[in-house]
């Protein structure tokens, strides 16, 4: 069996089904989007999607503890296997357990690869057939990761999604034959990742769909992924400075060629914007570390915009981060929260870690949030009217304001936001 490209199926890969730790049950679809309601169970719990994953790089949401984080509502956050690899290293990892109870983490774990620090720590790698070569950065010594030292790594770290280890290249590079490349070594890395996955019963391994811009490579890479029936998958290389616009049909075209009964995973994707329109065009998980990011810059994400409260304007502001918010910083006292108010955060935003901390704990709960209400919306068939609604708010009813690649996606599923 071959696709597009030529590349060959492993014979015992067509006709031996891949084994799985999830079960995908598919709620419901939009009658006028490609959105998509569903349960995903994995094996520390049920997770609905679409969903918004924390990133809690190496194995630490910065400014949350563990029970703040689980507070949120987070049900799956992310590590970074290439981080977690040096330090604290495979062989702590394999004597405690893994990072659950590393980070004393009840919930589900998905690790990236390490495949992104080939963009983030360029000047630090160099990527070959066998594998990317990087500088430490703590120490400058060599590493070598591999597909296979990628999942062994990951089988040590015992997470419940693990990410093949893939080959990327940022979507501004203009470069078509690098991408063309790194596209088909994706898919033979993948190849190598499956064959050692030793843990296949209790970690489900998701593909990364490659081809930068470039819609006929995606398409090609769909294909030769698909065939591999692994249990999830996911859009990679996106959100490396690309046009939104451009971004938007990229996700629409993968979507579409995917099969209903997995998961879709569009990497590197925070902003709420970004995140409900590529619900729209049919993704189901994302993830960014910009919310607790923007937080330690004193930044509150909120309905009706991102607000820095370290300006002088919120010294005598005693109202919450955001009116009606149910996180524990917003919440009152008599609710059970902390009833934080917007003069505090900016007395100690700039000189104190707590302001951060508590703006952590605003923006992520915000997200998830977000993302639950979409689904609720998409359950009960009301999603259009949800987005016209968000957009909405978060510009005032001021239609001029709303971003055009916005307009247009959306227009493409349905959804007409200056009606």
């Given amino acids: 069996m071959s696709g597009l490209s ?37 094996p520390h719990g049920p997770v609905s999607l679409p969903m918004f994953m924390p990133v809690a790089t190496q194995g630490s949401l910065k400014g949350l503890t563990p029970k703040q ?40 774990i998905l690790t990236d690869s390490g495949g992104f620090q080939m963009v983030s720590l360029l000047k630090l790698a160099q990527v070959t057939e066998d594998g990317v070569r990087f500088l430490s950065p703590h120490d400058g010594t060599p590493m070598l990761l591999t597909p296979e030292h990628s999942i062994s790594l990951q089988n040590s770290i015992g997470s419940d999604i693990i990410m093949q280890l893939d080959d990327v290249i940022a979507t501004t590079s203009p470069d078509h034959a690098r991408i063309e490349e790194a596209m088909h070594r994706s898919v033979r890395w993948l190849d190598r990742c499956i064959a050692a996955h030793e843990k296949p019963h209790s970690q ?8 930068g811009l470039d819609l006929d490579l995606r398409r090609e890479c769909c294909e030769e992924m698909v065939a591999r029936d692994t ?61 607790t990011r923007t937080a330690r810059f004193g930044n509150a994400v ?10 002088a304007s919120y010294a005598y502001d005693f109202r919450p981060v955001e009116d009606g918010c149910k996180c524990t910083c917003c919440r009152p006292p008599s609710e059970g929260g902390l009833g934080i108010t917007r ?24 997200l998830l949030d977000l993302v639950r209400q979409a689904r609720e919306s998409i359950v009960e068939q009301r999603y259009p009217s949800f987005l016209r609604a968000y957009f909405g708010k978060l510009y005032a009813g001021d239609k001029n304001k709303y971003p055009q690649w916005a307009v247009d996606a959306l227009g493409g599923v349905g959804v007409d936001l200056m009606a």
């Fill in 6 to 42: 030529g590349l060959s199926v492993p014979e015992d890969m067509v006709l031996r089904p891949r084994p799985s730790a999830l079960k995908f049950d598919l709620v419901t679809k939009c009658s006028t989007t490609k959105a998509r309601a569903a349960t995903l169970q994995l």
């Fill in 69 to 108: 984080l689980e507070e949120t509502s987070c049900r799956l956050c992310l590590n970074n296997t290439y981080h977690l690899g040096l330090k604290p290293g495979q062989k702590t990892l394999d004597a405690i357990g893994g990072a659950h109870k590393l980070q004393s983490w009840p919930h589900n």
């Fill in 204 to 211: 489900n391994l998701f593909c990364i769909i490659q081809g």
């Fill in 231 to 291: 249990p999830g998958i996911a859009i990679g290389g996106l959100s490396g400075g690309e046009a939104k616009a451009e971004y938007c049909k990229v996700v629409s075209t993968c979507t579409s060629l995917l099969p209903d009964n997995k998961p879709r995973y569009v990497m590197g994707v925070g902003y709420p914007e970004d995140i409900l329109v590529s619900i729209a065009l049919g993704a189901d998980m994302f993830d960014c570390v910009w919310p």
């Fill in 302 to 311: 909120t309905s009706t915009g991102v607000f820095n409260l370290r300006h």
């Fill in 343 to 366: 003069a505090y955060i900016h007395h100690t935003a700039a000189k104190e870690t707590a302001g951060a901390h508590l703006l952590s704990m605003h923006n992520v709960h915000h």
